[in-house]
């Protein structure tokens, strides 16, 4: 047998190829006791691998039995006859199974189970379309449900280990209660005996019944919120509770027993806050500790910050985490994220400027510079929902945002005339390359170093001020005069920036403008003149409609406050330029499709390759919207790239390496479904994935919001993946998935392992409403069920060694070598959900998991 | 039955027992391995298991990674000073008259007018004493041949630099410089300016030529945020780690009971078979990486408490100083007694010597050829500062970690000694001649780089006290492409504006990875393919063709 045969067997192989099968290439033909034995090549999302045998080539022949581990299949029984033919196919799931996982992995952050079961429902066009209109999908994170105040009941069951019951805060605070009620038995129908003392607070407090301390002392019975009867208690505390003796206090009138079990049941009032409320029995037999907010997971209490100015990073980072686990605007979410790293600034420097140039206490600058990121973002997300959002649009926000101008030194930079050198100051060209190469055009991509000088002048007096209020989005406003204290004395305090009442916004500044002409996109002769009749031209390898047309501009905008115009004109001349086009198409199909996008492909030349093409149908519908309008509607390159045939490709899905972002969302997700009380199966803990140290900033130091380095976080593979990068991402699924029981902390099976956060995941829950009660005991349907979930586009045939690792790992115990059968462990039992939790560790630390 | 000559695929009548048919393209490396065996070198392959050709035939061609006859391995450590060093005012070109207020009014740095500049010799190291503060001197500090000047805030460069052991090599770049960052920072990494042909890193493709990818876990080791592109590459895995500290848990869940069984599973994990895609053997190959490091990490103390080392020497003050500043008891102080003048970094440099520390350990106590860390923040676009400021904070950071370096090589060598270790300073280009409206400098052309090691040819003199051969390259009143003096001269030679280049970097890197780690020139020659193009005159010396700048060729520094 030699090669030639083998691929002739190929090639016949081929004229049967049916719809939904794939012919493998194949690799050897070996015979082991008689047995056929073939090694292949392994298709992507094959369901299955079979293999027909035949006495004469071009005769399908029957299905031979045989079974297959990784790129080896078996026959069952040796062969007949001296000579046969063998073909082998696969079957691969459906382009629709495929696609609807590709897109929950690039368009969304990862897979819920309840997506994937709704876009089997919906359809991958409907989806797409749907996630296109992102201001048709109704989202209220940001808002409370209502408008009035929430109140939330709490019940829980525990021993009777003292008879005082101990109520107070975390912190510094308030917080309403109403309607408390202890009564024996696990369940209280409402009609047991309060064994509390004027639990509804209908009554003066008494030493009979409720008790302050001095930390609770401006506590009262209030009839501000209500939730039953006519009065509920307002409790206030200095600082944070943690006994009888800083607590609101009621002492029983009969003594509980330790031997018996309560129920205590509350009401209270849900509010943004930080705070955590405890109501506990003295010696912890009953005690519930939970946020004052409400859902813990909820935005509202970061939004409600953010809005007021009084957020830190932190709060703009878990807010923005939230959202990417639990927004249904995925599509927009996972745009708004490349837009900030596109256009990419850093908080710290921010910081600084407030703190050290602009003359902010050091408390006041982190809250300001957070509040230059969110705005910017804001707006982004605003714009993206215009079904006509350009390119323009968001290039322009970047531009007047002062983030970016504090970030790429723009608030300094100086053109005016030097009466001392007897020349205009030179520019900082900071901000005018980074437009030129990471922003718009692409490094080295119809520019150079002589128009990076003349572009950097027009930048000059675009500055970062203190506008009064109601000016604030006038560039041209004089600083804020108004003063919050104007009864101070003090001249130098009355007139410090802490007592001038405004916001820090855009301010265009005649006077460090330059205001001579400039020639950005001209021709230079040998000696860097700038040949004022000859523009620059596109070059011939765009093709039509683009070569050769000229892009020279020049700015002759003067000194007066026109000059704001050098700037404006510059953006919305660079947005649609051809270069620009390219630039962004192929960062937006390396987010979407894979890593292997190229800058300068030759759009003329006969080699045309599907990524090549696929840039070159984005710049297409960038130039000429197919729905009329403006040119560079982001909606409509970003449709060209969804349907293409590059993106369904079953190649394309799982081809990308997640960000730590996109790690951490999708492990999240990957366990969020929608209990029947609304509750989910996964708790997101924001504040501690993106803080200092944790897993957002061990995983390669993705710092959101606070990158130096302008060219943004990698979309590829190489800069996430190492030894140290990844033994990150497996200590946080340790932590993740093994370091409590259901969602709750503390009670778990485990402790928790590492310092990388307290968000938790119950997959137990998910396979309880996912699978009928028999099949929650089989190790097969549980290892099916979890590989679903977890690798929608493989298909059966490619993921068998998983799946026999998992029934393994699930039939065995604890110490990894002694056969423990599965089905004896009863669903709901801590062995049972360890069990599970283990897998589920596992398949997250798989590689196939860190990919998307 | 079918005729034997049949072009259809047919058993064979007589068919032995399990014989396999192999087409071409399905060789494994390991069938690769086992046909090529017959090779050079078989006794340093028996080892091996599953290491491409390539690889094999490295191990019989250099002396890369391969101890020398007395016995020592080679070590290179590097520290990559990212967004481009202004190395003008480094290493100052006092002796151009040029330089100074009239193009640098807020960031020149002055001269001390109490002090020659005429002297020959050593160069000048100002004393703090026990009692002054240890970077109080605001004056540029003599390198003794007449021309240079170092920053003061590099006052500990000086003691390495007398002994012998420095070379600075100014005015470095490569032909048709590029002013982004990014793409300038790849090119130095890939070792291949201006082309994107060349996607590995230049240390990597180093480490191939060694034959040890594969064969040992650690060959190239970086510690940052992520793995440089410097040591990156398709065909073997180099190691980053941000925190060696947290390299103890061999990535499963950390009880007793759990340990065994989800190592096993971890391993089953990442050795199931799945459809090639982008990425996956990327994938594959750090999770072995990360495995097999884990287990070498476990007798290495990287911890805090560990971070004993001293110095042996009286430089600045008294002595002992704690050679890693990683907390303000560490930093220009040592264990009790000592009288501390003063830090000797900045306190935001603790990390970054963390990471320094884990790159010397490594190199000290593995079998790594490879190892180093980076400085971020040299974009002083605003606010360079001077004497003191942004900028020179920084270069506290590079005067230390050369000097503390020596200091532990010398003082604690296990498997690297001094003589056995290059360190060399990479950063992607220098920053414009003339300072900007913010006090600070924006992107330009030829900067720095400093190469110390017990093997370096610096600083030597003769009995006499003569001066035989200076470790000041580029920047002297006689070098072999002069430093042109005046607003027209070798500052601005580069478009008006820009310190022209006189050595290329490629001929720095090639010198030490040929002369120090011990790369035969053809391996060279793939390392670094430019080496192979006589038009870019990167050995000898001469115009580069690419854009008609003459160069020295290889510095005289080993």
């Known amino acids: 047998m030699n090669s030639l045969n083998l691929r002739w067997m190929l090639w016949m192989a081929l004229g049967l190829v049916r719809v939904g099968a794939e012919t493998p290439d194949l690799l050897s033909l070996a015979w082991t006791n008689g047995r056929p034995i073939l090694e292949f090549r392994l298709v992507p999302s094959a369901s299955e691998y079979r293999v027909r045998s035949s006495a004469s080539p071009g005769v399908a022949g029957p299905l031979l039995g045989g079974s297959h581990r990784g790129g080896r299949w078996t026959a069952e029984a040796p062969s007949v006859g001296d000579s046969a033919f063998y073909r082998l196919e696969a079957l691969i799931l459906s382009n629709e199974t495929v696609r609807a996982s590709t897109l929950l992995n690039r368009i969304a952050y990862g897979p819920t189970p309840d997506e994937l079961d709704r876009l089997a429902t919906l359809g991958t066009d409907a989806y797409i379309e749907e996630q296109l209109a992102p201001e048709k999908i109704i989202e209220n994170l940001d808002e409370a449900p209502d408008t009035g105040p929430v109140w939330r009941k709490i019940s829980i069951t525990g021993t009777g280990s003292s008879s005082k019951l101990y109520v107070y805060l975390s912190g510094a605070g308030d917080a309403y209660l109403d309607e408390f009620r202890l009564v024996a038995g696990t369940a209280d129908n409402g009609s047991a005996p309060n064994l509390l003392a004027n639990g509804d607070f209908e009554q003066p407090l008494a030493a009979a019944n409720w008790t302050t301390t001095t930390n609770t002392a401006n506590s009262a019975r209030t009839t501000d919120f209500v939730h039953g009867g006519n009065a509920s208690f307002h409790l206030v505390q200095t600082a944070a509770g943690s006994t009888g003796t800083d607590s609101l206090v009621q002492t029983t009138a009969t003594a509980l027993s330790a031997s018996t079990t309560y129920t205590l049941s509350f009401w209270y009032l849900t509010r943004p806050s930080n705070l955590q409320l405890t109501v506990r029995l003295s010696g912890s037999g009953i005690a519930t500790t939970v946020p004052l907010q409400g859902n813990a997971e909820s935005p509202l209490p970061y939004y409600a910050r953010l809005q007021e100015g009084s957020a830190t990073i932190g709060d703009l980072r878990a807010w923005h985490v939230l959202h990417a686990v639990q927004s249904r605007r995925q599509l927009a979410q996972v ?160 007139n410090s920036v802490t007592n001038l009442a405004g916001l820090w916004s855009f301010r265009y500044r005649t006077d460090r403008h330059d205001p001579r002409v400039k020639w950005a996109f001209y ?52 947005a649609d330029q051809p270069f620009t086009q390219e630039y962004i198409s192929v960062k937006l199909c390396r987010l979407l499709v894979h890593d292997e996008f190229h800058h300068g492909y030759d759009f003329t030349d006969a080699e045309t390759s599907p990524e090549e093409s696929l840039v070159h149908a984005c710049m297409m519908a960038w130039e000429n919207p197919p729905k009329g309008g403006p040119k560079g509607q982001m909606r409509d390159v970003l449709r060209v790239i969804l349907k293409s045939d590059l993106f369904r490709q079953s190649n394309t899905a799982a081809a990308k390496v997640k960000t730590p972002l996109e790690f951490a969302a999708s492990t999240l997700r990957a366990f969020r479904a929608a209990k029947p009380d609304g509750a ?173 | 039955m079918r005729h034997a000559s049949s072009p259809l695929p047919i058993k064979p009548l007589n068919r032995p027992a399990d014989r396999a048919m192999n087409t071409p393209q399905i060789l494994t490396r390991r069938n690769f391995f086992s046909t090529a065996s017959g090779l050079a070198a078989t006794a340093a392959l028996s080892s091996l298991t599953d290491v491409p050709l390539f690889v094999q035939k490295a191990l019989a061609e250099g002396g890369l990674g391969q101890p020398d006859a007395n016995g020592r391995v080679k070590k290179l450590l590097f520290i990559f000073l990212r967004g481009a060093n202004d190395g003008l005012n480094n290493v100052i070109p006092h002796g151009d008259d040029a330089y100074g207020p009239k193009i640098r009014d807020n960031i020149a740095i002055p001269v001390d007018p109490a002090q020659s500049w005429n002297v020959q010799g050593k160069a000048l190291f100002p004393e703090a004493g026990t009692t002054g503060a240890t970077f109080a001197y605001p004056y540029s500090l003599p390198l003794g041949n007449g021309f240079a000047g170092l920053h003061p805030a590099l006052k500990f460069l000086t003691p390495v630099y007398n002994a012998g052991d420095l070379a600075f090599i100014h005015r470095v770049a490569y032909p048709q410089q590029s002013r982004s960052h990014f793409d300038s920072q790849a090119y130095w990494e890939t070792g291949a300016p201006r082309t994107t042909m060349v996607k590995d890193g230049m240390l990597y493709r180093a480490m191939v030529e060694s034959g040890r990818p594969g064969r040992n876990s650690l060959t190239g080791v970086s510690f940052q945020n992520s793995l440089p592109l410097l040591l990156r590459g398709s065909r073997a895995a180099m190691t980053n780690l941000s925190d060696p500290t947290r390299y103890d848990l061999l990535g499963v869940p950390n009880t007793a009971d759990g340990n065994l069984k989800a190592a096993r599973a971890l391993e089953a994990a990442t050795g199931a078979a799945f459809p090639n895609k982008a990425n996956r053997d990327l994938l594959q190959q750090q999770y072995e990486n990360m495995r097999r490091t884990l287990e070498i990490f476990a007798g290495i103390d990287f911890s805090e408490t560990g971070n004993t080392f001293v110095d042996g020497d009286v430089t600045d003050g008294n002595k002992p100083y704690y050679l890693f500043p990683t907390t303000n008891a560490k930093n220009g102080a040592g264990p009790s007694g000592t009288t501390n003048p003063g830090y000797v970094v900045p306190t935001s440099a603790y990390g970054y010597f963390n990471q320094l520390k884990s790159a010397a350990l490594i190199l000290n106590k593995t079998d790594a050829l490879v190892a180093g860390t980076q400085i971020d923040g040299w974009d002083t676009h605003s606010n360079q500062g001077g004497v003191t400021g942004a900028h020179a904070n920084l270069l506290q950071r590079v005067g230390w970690s050369i000097y503390a370096l020596r200091q532990y090589f010398r003082r604690y060598a296990d498997q690297c000694r001094w003589d056995d270790l290059v360190i060399v300073t990479l950063s992607e280009f220098g920053r414009t001649t003339i300072e900007n409206s913010d006090n600070g400098t924006d992107h330009a052309e030829a900067s720095v780089m400093y190469v110390a090691g017990g093997g370096i040819k610096g600083l030597r003199t003769d009995a006499t006290g003569k001066v035989t051969h200076s470790g000041v390259f580029n920047c002297g009143p006689s070098d072999p492409v002069a430093w042109q003096t005046g607003m027209n001269g070798s500052m601005f030679q580069s478009t008006g504006r820009y310190l022209q280049r006189a050595t290329d970097f490629r001929s720095v890197m090639g010198k030490v990875i040929r002369d120090h780690l011990g790369a035969s020139q053809e391996q060279l020659n793939r390392i670094i393919p430019g080496y192979a193009d006589p038009n870019q005159s990167l050995k000898a010396g001469g115009i580069q063709a690419q854009d008609k700048v003459r160069i020295t060729g290889e510095p005289d520094l080993i």
């Open chain 1, 335 to 494: 745009f708004q994220q490349f837009l900030e790293n596109h256009f990419v600034t850093e908080y710290s420097k921010g910081l600084t400027y407030f703190d050290e140039r602009a003359g902010l206490p050091n408390a006041w600058s982190g809250p300001e510079s957070t509040r230059q990121e969110f705005n910017e973002n804001l707006r982004w997300r605003r714009a993206f929902l215009n079904p006509q959002c350009t390119f323009h649009d968001l290039l322009k926000i970047s531009a007047e945002s002062p983030a970016m101008i504090i970030y790429l030194d723009t608030v300094l930079s100086r053109g005016d005339y030097n009466t001392t050198t007897k020349t205009n100051r030179i520019a900082n060209e900071n901000y005018a390359r980074e437009l030129c190469e990471l922003f718009a055009f692409g490094v080295d991509n119809g520019y150079d170093q002589g128009d990076i000088e003349q572009i950097s002048r027009a930048w000059t007096g675009w500055t970062v001020e203190l506008l009064s209020t109601n000016q604030a989005a006038n560039p041209f406003a004089p600083r804020t005069t108004v003063l919050i204290n104007s009864g101070l004395t003090n001249a130098t305090e009355r």
């Open chain 1, 680 to 852: 989910f199966t996964a708790a997101t803990d924001a504040p501690n994935l993106v803080a200092s140290g944790g897993l957002l900033d061990r995983a390669g130091r993705m710092r959101l919001f606070d990158r130096a380095e302008p060219d943004g976080y990698a979309e590829d593979a190489g800069g996430w993946v190492s030894a140290g990068t990844l033994s990150e991402r497996l200590r946080y699924v340790q932590s993740l998935a093994l370091a409590g029981a259901g969602l709750a902390t503390g009670t778990g099976v485990r402790s928790n392992p590492d310092s990388l956060g307290s968000s938790r995941i119950d997959p137990s829950a998910v396979i309880a409403l996912r699978l009928a009660n028999g099949a929650q005991r089989s190790a097969e349907a549980v290892t099916d069920c979890l590989l679903g979930l977890l690798f929608p586009s493989e298909g059966a045939a490619n993921l068998r060694e998983y799946r026999a690792l998992g029934i393994g790992f699930l039939n065995t115990a604890n110490n990894g070598t002694t056969p423990s059968d599965f089905s004896a462990l009863a669903p709901g039992t801590k062995d049972y959900d360890s069990r599970v939790r283990g897998l589920v560790a596992l398949l997250l630390s798989s590689p196939r998991f860190q990919e998307q």
């Open chain 1, 523 to 574: 021709e230079r002769d040998a000696k860097g003149g700038i040949l004022t009749n000859s523009p620059k031209t596109v070059p011939a390898r765009f093709g039509p409609p683009w070569a050769g047309r000229s892009y020279g501009l020049k700015l002759d905008n003067g000194a007066t406050t026109n000059g704001i115009q050098d700037g404006y004109q510059i953006l919305r001349h660079m």
